[in-house]
């Protein structure tokens, strides 16, 4: 029996970070929080920064970076980041450059017994990308950050068991919110975020492709609500075979989301 799971560290415009663990190999999925509160809750985990495998990078916003440069001092684990991430963060802090391995997006590559995929998603930054992580018979897919869903994305992510899926604004509270006029059309814009509505009918989607378990991340602090965004997706799904559905909180989550608990065949064991 494998174990997996995915437990969300943080979630919002305030900080992104997430651990997926699939037997033994722990792959964080952004640092955008200070290395204080990842390793406290690694540690919640039974976990410490040696048992990090790897860590893969979305793209170079604070959100999403906050944490690198003192995980790079204090921890060895591998950090990928897109060839453009990558270029944005050593151009800020070059001692950062040797220690990040650089892809295109569309490549991929393993980590340990991880097969990772990687998607392009339209987001205001260098080259931000979207992961498809696969172990054994199990597909998880993440996807935040992105003004719309692309083609090639949905492509990648139909068919994972698991998706965390940014839900991050509620139209309405966006428009009469307190943004500025232009960073509301940043936020709503192609190369801005996921709203709920457009989270709920790619969530239908993946459900109608066997998706049985979702996260709902990168919530708006200031133009969304935890049951706004739930509600949106939820109602969504009316009809479709039965998928959980969870938002993930700011702050970490209480449990970690367990999935794809059938018996795994290995011939390396
Ligand atoms: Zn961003
Ligand atoms: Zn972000």
Request: include cysteine.
């Amino acid at each position: 029996m494998a174990e997996r799971y995915y437990f969300s560290i943080a979630s919002g415009s305030t900080g992104n970070c997430g651990l997926y663990m699939a037997d033994g190999t722990a792959i964080l999925i952004d640092l955008g929080v200070s290395l204080r509160k990842i390793t406290t809750a690694l540690a919640e985990l039974g976990l410490g920064l040696t048992d990090v495998s790897a860590v893969l990078l979305t793209h170079e916003h604070i959100d999403h970076v906050k944490g690198l440069p003192m995980f790079l001092k204090k921890a060895k684990a591998p950090v990928f980041a897109s060839r453009g991430t990558a270029e944005a963060l050593a151009a800020k802090d070059p001692s950062c450059a040797d220690r990040l391995n650089e892809f295109d997006s569309g490549e991929g590559f393993w980590v340990r017994n991880v097969d990772i995929a990687t998607f392009a998603t339209p987001h205001d930054a260098a080259e931000s990308v979207g992961y498809i992580l696969e172990h054994g018979n199990h597909r998880f897919g993440f996807a935040t950050d992105l003004g719309f869903v692309p083609r090639e994305a949905a492509e990648l992510l139909r068919g994972c068991e698991t998706v965390v899926l940014e839900s991050n604004h509620d139209p309405h509270m966006l428009q009469a919110g307190p943004y500025p006029y232009p960073l509301k059309m940043r936020v709503a814009g192609p190369a801005g975020h996921l709203s709920n509505p457009d989270c709920a009918v790619f969530a239908a989607d993946l459900v109608r492709h066997g998706t049985r378990n979702l996260v709902l991340a990168h919530l708006s602090e200031k133009n969304n609500m935890p049951a706004l965004a739930l509600q949106q997706t939820v109602s969504a799904l009316h009809g479709l075979p039965d998928c959980t559905v969870q938002v993930a909180p700011r702050e970490r989550m209480e449990t970690p989301v367990v999935f794809g608990e059938e018996a795994v065949c290995s011939l390396s064991g």
